[in-house]
């Protein structure tokens, strides 16, 4: 008898062993894809411009992205950039004043553009780097802002002796350099901005940082080809034409560091 309760015991687990074993091999795993799929939709990002054909700081831009797959997303960004002329050097006047010589117009460059991004590498869901390639263009609004400086007409200091005149620098009018006293205020010339357009088109890697779904943070990295209808008047010289010391095509490398939101 208790050998048959025993081997009937053994029967009933082995069978209760087995019913698991089905059971577990019939249940279907988790899609391992499910992981790497992005939470979130869209992206909204801001940034700092750093690139060779501005100063310090090259501008700003913000960047709006919308998800199309996995692996594809669509965005739209607007960037604001000064843009100088690489022959731009600061000198000293004789009246302790800081210029730029020959510099006759500031160059602002706002910039709408639409692309399309794809990723080239992707990181875990809370940690890693993430690469993305990024291709995009659009028209370009050059806006020139005259640069004025403040001249000396001062003939004979006994009848006028203050005569001093903001004035957008002309190489055909103030070519006297000792009477060049300072730069006037940026904003001197703000009423005869006059805007020139152009068109550009850019390519670059984005190098995404960040440890949560809802936060985002990198750099972007990338060159772009800029082109105007003519050449922006950034400097103006005796000897030479404004399309002669001035380009109409202007390649530049850039770099942005930037930070954003998703949802």
């Not at 899609?31 to 940034?47: M, V």
């Not at 690489?86 to 800081?98: C, D, H, I, R």
């Not at 009477?179 to 357009?197: C, E």
């Not at 936060?215 to 400097?235: F, H, L, N, R």
Request: glycine share 10%; charged share 20%; proline share 6%.
């Amino acid at each position: 008898m208790r050998i048959h309760l025993v081997f009937g015991a053994g029967l009933l687990a082995a069978s209760l062993g087995m019913g698991r074993q089905a059971q577990a091999q019939q249940t279907p795993a988790p899609l391992a894809s499910r992981s790497d799929e992005p939470s979130y939709r869209k992206e909204l990002i801001y940034g700092v411009n750093f690139n060779t054909r501005g100063g310090l700081i090259g501008g700003v831009m913000v960047r709006s992205t919308r998800l199309l797959s996995q692996d594809w997303a669509r965005f739209w960004s607007l960037e604001a950039v000064e843009i100088k002329h690489p022959k731009e050097q600061k000198g000293g006047t004789q009246f302790g004043g800081v210029i730029v010589p020959g510099k006759s117009n500031y160059l602002f460059a706002v910039r709408p553009s639409a692309g399309v991004q794809r990723v080239i590498f992707r990181k875990a869901p809370d940690s890693g780097v993430q690469v993305n390639g990024l291709l995009s263009g659009g028209p370009t609004i050059g806006l020139l802002l005259p640069y004025y400086i403040t001249y000396n007409y001062t003939s004979d200091p006994r009848v006028n002796p203050t005569d001093y005149r903001n004035e957008q620098y002309d190489p055909l009018i103030h070519n006297d350099e000792l009477r060049i006293i300072d730069r006037a205020p940026l904003f001197s010339g703000i009423g005869n901005t006059k805007v020139q357009m152009g068109a550009h088109i850019r390519g670059a890697l984005s190098f995404e940082y960040g440890r949560y779904r809802d936060a985002v943070a990198g750099v972007e990295v990338g060159a772009m080809v800029e082109a105007y209808t003519k050449a922006p008047p950034i400097i103006r010289t005796l000897t030479l034409s404004d399309e002669t010391i001035n380009d109409r095509f202007m390649p530049s490398v850039y770099l942005t560091v930037y930070l954003g939101t998703r949802n």
